[in-house]
């Protein structure tokens, strides 16, 4: 003679089951590590370092830079200006795409899409969207000017030496 | 008695090579109809296509074959990248010497390296006209929708592929082109930066961004595109094959005679006149079901209805044999005559005048050099998002599975905008771009 079987479960409509309550947890641990693993993947891949050049460096001594110069530092990405007692430096990397915008007659002029730039660096034509920063420069204490790249001045802030 | 054991042997021994064949092809070439569709799905690889196939898929005008081809690229891409990677080093100190390597020292490294280069240029065109190919048919209409945009992904990626690929042999050509392309990602609102910076792993084209190159181009690209590329060809099964033009005849006259087993699905359903449709249903209501019913369209096997299917073996077997067979003669034959480029090593005080990016990049360089944020993010996302949409904007279901069909007369004047426009743009940004950008005459 056989017995029917008992539902595992009874229908009980809306109320909160073990079951449901145990599908609800796991569910959210399940979702929630998911949205962790890639987090912490996003986390990984963001290095911590660079291995490039620094940011702030040393050009040596302001006599090094006759007055009038415009002395473009294609490795460090910035060009030396200097006008009579004043010093600045202006980026050369290019406000469009990052390439490096060469010293022209009137100014600066970009090879990779025809942007061009006026001695202080303000866009005259092309596709540059801004103008070129200038960076801070100080004296260190052994008399050497320094830049600093990770400090944008406002254009035509010079430093006397 | 030892004599029989000898005997024994010897027999076993002389059926040896037999033996060892037919355990692994279990049918012998077939010769019947039976043994057609039993050598189909008897073979790892050829159970992958259908035992029997439409001859609307068959033909070459339709097709063009370039799905295969698109494939067939990647298979060699694979293949030569592989081959590449024993000589390779993504380092800035060594991966120029290594190009040298290739054409100086290494047995047929010029070959690979040539084969590697416009196999690669041949895909990214080919997957294109592949699109341009299932856009003209009307082949993205419901049930395909899906696999459409799994297409586009399809070429986000070999795109992609492309452009990490560029920058490995570290000369001039490579580091312009990825400092150019990188800079156009810098521009997207909100993460742009950080898409940037995560891509390149500094904040200027290094031996970082050469690792990170590196390695989504040799492992993470191509196994989302091995992926990507599987469900798409799954999926053509499953959508019921190549798209066709919907056969009148292949409607039963008389629905209601019971000698008619018909197994289809809404799809062709809708597609036919609602005459038609109605006549269906009575039929659909006591529809037989078999393991086919689970996949949507229409069937071959349709009773006393005309039969256009034809067996894959030997049909489509030697159909795909043919366009593999061209593609790899069309890639040997590029590559003997014409090397891969190979310009100066990096040097990063002096920017080539111009500095291009790779043909296909071209006219997105175009739209750039009038605005950066526009031409490089805004109008390309766009255009992405609008080619992810197309089977959800155009629901018509007229004019499937024929080139140039009247009924998509606007849905095709479009598209083809949108692609003359392109070529265009590559055409300018390739030969009426000079110095500086300046627009210069290419005779």
Known sequence: MKTPVKPAIEETGDAVTRRKALSWLSGFGLFGSLIITVFSNLIFIKPRATYGQPNRFSIGKP????????????????CIVRDGDKVAAISTTCTHLGCIVSVSETGFACPCHGSHYDQDGNVTGGPAPRALPWFQVSLAPNGEIEVDKDTEIEAGNYLRV | MSNQTTSRSWKSLLDLPENVWRSIFRNPLPSSDLGRASTSFTNFFLHLHPVKVHRNSLRATYTLGLGLISFFLFFILVVTGILLMFYYVPSTT??????????????????????????????????????????????????????????????????????????????????????????????????????????????????EALLRFYVLHVAVLPVVLSLLAAIHFWRIRKDGGLS????????????????????????????????????????????????QGLVRGPFTKIGNV??????????????????????????????????APL??????????????????????QEQVSYSAFWGGVGIPTIEVLLLLLVPYIDRKVAGV??????????????????????????????FFRGPNWEFVSPW
């Open chain 2, 343 to 364: 310009e100066q090593p990096v040097n990063i005080m002096h920017p080539p005048n111009p500095a291009k990016a790779p043909w296909y990049f071209l006219g997105l």
């Open chain 2, 94 to 207: 060594q991966a120029y010497d290594r190009m040298l390597d290739l054409r100086g020292t290494v047995a047929f490294g010029i070959f690979l390296r040539n084969m590697h280069r416009w196999s690669a240029h041949g895909m990214v065109a080919v997957v294109f006209l592949h699109m341009c190919r299932v856009f003209l048919t009307g082949s993205y209409k419901p049930p395909r929708e899906f696999n459409w945009v799994i297409g586009v992904l399809l070429l986000l990626v070999t795109l992609f592929m492309s452009f990490t690929g560029y920058l490995l042999p570290w000369d001039q050509l490579a580091f312009w082109a990825i400092t150019v392309g990188s800079s156009i990602a810098g521009y997207a609102p909100l993460v742009g930066k950080q898409v940037k910076f995560i891509l390149l792993g500094d904040t200027t084209v290094g031996q």
């Open chain 1, 63 to 78: 006599e090094d830079f006759p007055s009038g110069a415009r002395v473009s530092l294609d490795a460090r990405r910035v």
């Open chain 2, 306 to 339: 005309p039969d256009r299917s034809v067996f894959a073996w030997p049909n489509l077997f030697m159909a795909e044999l043919v366009v593999f067979l061209i593609t790899v003669a069309g890639v040997l034959l590029v590559s003997l005559l014409f090397n």
């Open chain 2, 401 to 430: 599975g024929r080139w140039f069909a009247r009924e998509r007369l606007l849905a095709n004047f479009l598209f083809l905008t949108f692609v003359i426009v392109n070529i265009v743009l590559i055409i300018v940004g390739t």
């Open chain 2, 244 to 291: 066709r033009p919907v056969e009148e005849d292949a409607l039963p006259a008389d629905a209601s005679s019971p000698s008619v087993e018909i197994v289809q699905g809404p799809a062709v359903v809708m597609a036919s006149s609602p005459a038609a449709a109605a006549a269906a249903a009575p039929v659909l209501q006591k529809r037989h079901y078999g393991i």
